[in-house]
């Protein structure tokens, strides 16, 4: 997908585990050297895993679009011819399996202190509320794409008849082209993060044609 491949300096690849401490160098320790006392086992302590990075809603606050109402729009057809040839896939292809990494229940978002509207329209077509939750951070989750290691916020709704109980929110990003966002949205954590290539993804209402154009295009 383009708009997270201009991501990936964001999250940067982790190194392949050092396995080498067994093979250092053949030196003679030192005569008077004597072999390490360990510490009793009622004085040896854990290290505490550290705290997951408190987050807030601010981060998104806002309206946003949903970038797979634009899919269709005519003045795209290029831009699946362009990102299509660097894929090797016929433009048909190369659409269809962007529609189905984009594919949403709704087609909007208002975000506002800790609650967040989910529309059936773009903010300013005066859309209708589909559901409508306050949310409070629950955790971060470290995942794996394409090589490299991206992190989702996840929040969950305070109201236990919400729609979307639970939300999966990646920092926003691509500011130098498309401002966007990525999130995910369901019932159950493990399967939320089984969905490896599924990324809804949410522009700026002032977003540009070129600038989804150009995210296209790759």
Not at 161 to 166: F, L, S
Request: proline share 6%; charged share 30%.
């Amino acid at each position: 997908m383009t708009g997270l491949k201009k991501v990936l300096g964001i999250g940067a690849a982790f190194a392949l585990a050092v396995a080498l401490g067994g093979c250092a160098g053949h030196s003679e320790p030192k005569k008077a050297e004597q072999p390490a006392q360990k510490a009793p086992a009622a004085q040896v302590q854990k290290k505490a895993e550290a705290p997951a990075q408190k987050v807030s809603l601010d981060k998104w606050a806002g309206e946003w679009n949903g970038i797979h109402k634009y899919l269709d729009k005519p003045e795209l057809k290029q831009s699946f011819e362009q990102g299509a040839k660097k894929k090797n896939m016929t433009p048909e292809a190369f659409k269809k399996d962007l529609m189905e990494r984009r594919k949403c229940e709704f087609n909007g978002l208002r975000i506002k202190g800790s609650t967040i509207e989910f529309l059936d329209g773009f903010p300013k077509d005066n859309p209708k509320t589909i559901s409508k939750a306050t949310y409070e951070f629950s955790e971060n989750k470290k995942f794996s794409y394409g090589g490299h290691q991206y992190e989702w916020d996840i929040f969950k709704a305070k109201e236990s008849n919400a729609k979307y109980p639970i939300l999966f929110l990646m920092p926003i990003h691509g500011e130098e082209g498309l401002t966007h966002f990525h999130m995910r949205y369901g019932s159950s954590i493990d399967d939320m993060l089984k969905q490896e290539r599924w990324f809804p993804a949410f522009i700026k209402p002032d977003s540009t044609m070129s600038q989804i154009q150009g995210e296209i295009a790759g």
